[in-house]
């Protein structure tokens, strides 16, 4: 008589297996369909551990999402998020650099490419201190026409000053003066375009420059910084009176009176001693 009740156990196992992979599929098929709002919650875990003040646990959480997920919608905030961190907050610049440029290279067509690519620039300039990259950075901002572009060939002339090149500089300085006329910087790069004709040894048009400065904008505070300065070109010239004339009517005015008290001491004795009694 054939005995019936229990399966076989290789039966049993199968059903066990079945029943596993068909969890496991759900499983998969949830984790699909929930993927973005699970990347959203790691991304917004990440910028609450920013404003936490846990800036490298906020970092690696951010930069693992991009990592991990590189096409998803947050990857290229969650990167440029991680970057910013690294390079504002921890100071661990050339890992910031990384980021920034693989934001720019991968997603080039998002909104945080701009972003990335003046971060970087700042980054070069001002942190290590590399002009010739700032420049090259600076650059392709100023070519894809990005808002603030005055301020980027600011950044450019600034560079070339830096690196000692200063008939670059003035070149720089010069195109933003003539590309962009409704710049509010203009009185500045004005005042700059002087300076640098100091240090090249023109001194006709150092004053030419300076004069230019007091005369545009009077109101600046580079109008005196210009007046100050043409007093010291004048002075070169040996045009002491002329130079005495100009400090003395920056008197009130002057933002640093001890410089300017030091200076007409100065003008003062050069004149007694070449014109004594006089």
């Known amino acids: 008589m054939k005995r019936r009740g229990r399966k076989p156990k290789h039966h049993r196992w199968l059903w066990f297996a079945g029943i596993a992979l068909v969890v496991l599929l759900g499983g998969g098929v949830w984790y699909r369909v929930n993927l973005d ?7 917004q875990k990440g910028l609450a551990l920013r404003d936490a003040g846990q800036y490298a646990a906020a970092a690696e959480l951010l930069g693992e999402l991009q990592a991990d997920h590189p096409t998803c919608a947050r990857a290229p905030a969650a990167l440029l998020q991680a970057a910013e961190l690294l390079h504002i907050n921890l100071g661990r610049y050339q890992e910031a650099l990384v980021g920034y440029l693989t934001v720019e290279r991968d997603y080039a067509s998002s909104e945080e490419a701009a972003r990335a690519r003046r971060q970087a620039a700042e980054l070069y300039k001002y942190r290590l201190g590399d002009q010739l990259q700032a420049i090259a950075a600076y650059q392709k901002l100023i070519d894809a026409g990005a808002e603030g572009s005055d301020r980027f060939q600011y950044e450019v002339a600034d560079s070339y000053f830096r690196l000692n090149n200063f008939e670059q500089a ?3 300085f010069e195109s933003l003066l003539k590309d962009y006329p409704g710049s509010t910087l203009l009185s500045e ?3 700059r375009v002087a300076m640098v004709k100091v240090l090249e040894g023109d001194l006709d048009g150092a004053m030419a420059a300076y004069r230019v400065v007091t005369e545009r904008w009077p109101q600046s505070p580079y109008a005196v910084e210009a007046q100050f300065g043409l007093a010291g070109v ?3 010239r040996e045009r002491l009176r002329e130079a005495l004339a100009i400090l003395d009517a920056l008197k009130g005015r002057y933002p640093n009176p001890e410089a300017l008290a030091q200076r007409i001491e100065h003008l003062k004795g050069r004149i007694d001693t ?5």
Do not use: T
């Open 170 to 172: 003035c070149i720089e």
């Open 274 to 278: 070449q014109h004594p009694g006089r």
């Open 189 to 191: 790069v004005q005042f």
């Open 37 to 43: 709002e699970i990347l959203e919650k790691r991304f």
């Open 234 to 236: 004048l002075e070169e």
